[in-house]
């Protein structure tokens, strides 16, 4: 397989599952470049959480290959081992871990079945704290933390875990306002730190504030992808939705509103 | 903090240990030095007591260790091999080795694992298979398949000989270490010090199960190979336990459940903790066993009593229990 730039490459990808009314996808080729953020857009039930489970591994494609480009060398996502870190929507948080015991299990690939973790793990850690600014939180069990922290604690998981690459299920919509920006800039600088992200979302505002590229799920099942300017604009988003939607600006912010005349 | 407690938990296992030595029915010779010298004494010491306090220690270590991985695995503070079903079956298969094999320890040992393994298999496929929530679903199926195999033991109990085979059948499922000898410890021996030392250089890792597994998935444990293995280690050390011991309950419910009430969740140090836990109770049941009526009480009796007496003790006064 020719491999140019660094990057994630899915290759006319199939998948069903369901009757067959349910999610589908036919011959999806995506090429996601690296160091850039991605946006997965579309109704709820429209395939976002599968399009990433695929992205990761779990679900295999009934056709087709997904696997990384890497120095010019082709390397199939199952042999990716580790690499990748998943945040699903609504994980099963052990609420009775301390933060720091739930950020050290990010350490799982490199520590075998039947040692125990290192100081260079614990190090590891503690930097990993430092950077997303969560040290206070350390000893606290993760039922005494807020939502956006939790959040926070769980990207540590993630460069515990050392991945390049970030799935992430929903990492805002459900977050408080403030702590939403916060998210927003965290994401940006995992971006920074070389880290490539996909995240999903429905709201194409949050699409807007981060994302290099989104990839739109339309209602036929289509899936468009380029840079989010492009990709997100009013017809399209209004086709998605079904609703007629239209981009405004209020106080130089873009918003997002629907027309009037339904 | 946990070093400080594994540490003070160890002592007092030891001393314990020492004190069991002299406890029993037969009375202390009156002078210090008559211990050495009093060759009775010194044989049911050596021949008797030291094995048995050794067995207990490891059925104690054993029995709580295998609990504290089923909490884990299924993610659930009632799972254990008794809730199951390990303990009912691994019963059938080593009461069927007494009544058809007549004993012979390496059948009865044999039978006893094969049971526990199709009955915690039987109790995971049934408890997939319900529409239930996960916690309830696996109690459930437990539990029926438990009593399955408890009807398959009273069926025994009615075919074996009254006057030879019943009685020591009987004796045998409430639970005793009067088996314990020289012999039956050092053949089962090398089974559980493999097991154990498995399970306790596996204690780190027995945290990634209170992850989702896609999460772990993306951590590069792919299957659930590793689970598999994991279980079927603790069926064995459990079903060889119980193919000497008999059925010897609460031990794997309450002793990991009061270990994490110690030490949190992590289970790095709640496991360790929980083993010597468990051979401290084990022992000092044994002791109440031996020592309190003229004639000996089957242990199971003893550990239900006072593992039923702890655990309400925690149910009403400890938040963080279960």
């Not at chain 1, 922290?149 to 403030?178: S, Y």
């Amino acid at each position: 397989m020719r491999c140019g730039h660094n990057k994630l490459l899915l290759r006319s990808i199939g998948y069903s599952y369901g009757q067959k009314d349910d999610f589908e996808i036919r011959n999806l080729t995506l090429s996601i470049p690296e160091k850039t953020i991605s946006a997965v857009i579309g109704k709820n039930g429209s395939g976002k959480t599968t399009l990433l489970l695929l992205m990761l591994g779990y679900l295999e494609p009934a056709n087709g290959q997904i696997g990384f480009c890497t120095n010019g060398k082709y390397i199939p996502i199952e042999r990716a081992n580790g690499r990748i870190a998943y945040l699903p929507q609504n994980e099963e948080i052990p609420k009775e871990y301390s933060v720091n015991n739930f950020l050290l299990m990010g350490r799982i690939p490199f520590i075998g079945s039947f040692s125990q973790p290192t100081k260079k793990d614990y190090s590891i850690i503690e930097d990993v704290k430092t950077r997303l600014e969560i040290e206070h939180l350390g000893i606290k069990k993760l039922s005494q933390i807020s939502g956006g922290e939790l959040q926070r604690v769980r990207i540590g998981r993630a460069l515990a875990q050392e991945a390049h690459l970030i799935l992430f299920d929903e990492p805002i919509t459900h977050l408080d306002i403030d702590t939403k920006y916060k998210m927003i800039s965290i994401l940006e600088e995992l971006k920074q730190l070389g880290k490539t992200i996909v995240f999903t979302t429905h709201d194409p505002l949050e699409a807007f504030k981060v994302a290099d590229n989104s990839i739109l799920i339309t209602r036929d099942q289509k899936i468009l992808y380029g840079p989010t300017d492009n990709i997100l604009s009013n017809e399209n988003l209004s086709w998605c939705f079904d609703i007629p939607l239209e981009f405004g600006v209020v106080n130089g912010q873009r918003v997002l509103i629907v027309k009037n005349d339904i | 903090m946990n070093r400080g407690i594994t540490r003070y938990l160890l002592i007092g296992l030891f001393f314990l240990l020492i004190i069991s030595l002299f406890i029993g029915r037969y009375p202390i010779p009156d002078q210090i030095n008559q211990i050495f010298s009093n060759q009775l004494f010194a044989n049911l010491i050596i021949r008797v007591r030291i094995p048995r306090i050794l067995f207990g220690i490891l059925v104690g270590f054993g029995l709580a260790s295998s609990g504290m991985i089923m909490q884990s695995i299924f993610k659930n503070p009632l799972a254990e091999p008794g809730l199951l079903g390990v303990n009912q079956a691994a019963g059938f298969g080593a009461a069927l080795g007494i009544l058809a094999f007549d004993s012979s320890y390496f059948i009865v040992q044999s039978l006893a694992f094969i049971f526990g393994i199709i009955s915690i298999t039987l109790t995971i496929f049934l408890s997939n298979n319900t529409k239930k929530k996960e916690r309830l679903s696996l109690v459930l199926a437990g539990i029926s398949v438990s009593a399955f195999f408890s009807a398959g033991l009273g069926i025994i109990k009615y075919i074996a000989d009254p006057l030879d085979q019943l009685p020591s059948i009987v004796f045998w499922l409430l639970g005793s270490l009067s088996n314990s000898n020289w012999t039956s410890l050092l053949q089962i021996l090398p089974i559980i010090i493999t097991c154990l030392l498995l399970l306790y250089f596996y204690r780190w890792r027995l945290n990634v199960f209170s992850l989702d597994k896609e999460v772990l998935f993306s951590m590069g444990l792919r299957n659930e190979f590793e689970l598999v293995i994991i279980l079927m280690i603790s069926v064995l050390l459990t079903s060889s336990i119980i193919s000497i011991s008999g059925i010897i309950g609460w031990v794997g419910l309450i002793i990991p459940n009061i270990a994490r009430v110690i030490t949190g969740q992590n289970t790095k140090h709640s496991l360790p903790i929980s083993m010597i836990l468990g051979g401290i109770f084990v022992l000092v049941s044994d002791n109440f066993a031996r020592a309190l009526l003229p004639g000996e009480i089957p242990l199971g009796v003893i550990t239900a009593f006072l593992g039923a007496v702890s655990f309400i003790i925690l149910l009403l006064t400890k938040k963080e229990f279960l």
